[in-house]
């Protein structure tokens, strides 16, 4: 929850994605990337995840027309990695955490 309230604390419009969750952080949650509001192809995605989910995570970007993502330290893995790769999902990964480094490291540009 930390980073979504980094995000609502820096001004950023942020909506929790949470299958079994009503609300997070007092913020309304839609259950899967398909059901965010206005259209997803237009957001940029935080992963927050099991690395064992996260490439299902990608899939589903993708499927919506998501190219931006950036996966907090821990949760990447080589599969995910490489598929994002062979999509053409640009990602930030291996590194800066945005409640450390926010988006004024250089390594945080998408």
Known sequence: ???LRWYVDNGYTAVPVNPKEKTIESLPCVQNLSSLPGTPSEYHVSIITPPSVTKSVLEEAHKN???RVWMQPDVDSPEALAYAK??????IARGPCVLVDGFSSSRAKL
């Open 1 to 3: 929850n930390k980073v």
């Open 65 to 67: 027309g998501i190219k």
């Open 86 to 91: 062979e999509v053409g999902i640009q990602v």
